[in-house]
């Protein structure tokens, strides 16, 4: 999901956005390797190209909202070393 969540940050965090402040009660993106489905409670990500792995993962929206929020962090402080 990283490649996508880079490429699409500003989709990725609008939609599960409005859906936990319940403008949405479901939002889907389909990126060039993953379909995340955002629910208030529960979000679905599902590699597609992934072989030989279990390729769904479920992760409560809250906690993988906070994830985004410290990869941006992250990401910022590693670009602003190079």
Not at 9 to 15: A, E
Not at 48 to 73: H, S
């Amino acid at each position: 999901m990283e490649g996508d969540f880079t490429a699409f940050q500003d989709q990725f965090l609008q939609l599960i956005d409005d859906v936990l402040a319940g403008k949405s009660k479901e939002e889907e993106m389909t990126g060039n390797s993953t379909n995340v489905v955002f629910q208030k409670d529960m979000t679905t990500i599902e590699d597609l190209f992934l072989e030989g792995e279990p390729t769904v993962c479920r992760i409560q929206t809250k906690e993988l909202r906070a994830l985004m929020d410290e990869w941006i962090q992250k990401r910022q402080e590693f670009l602003k070393q190079k």
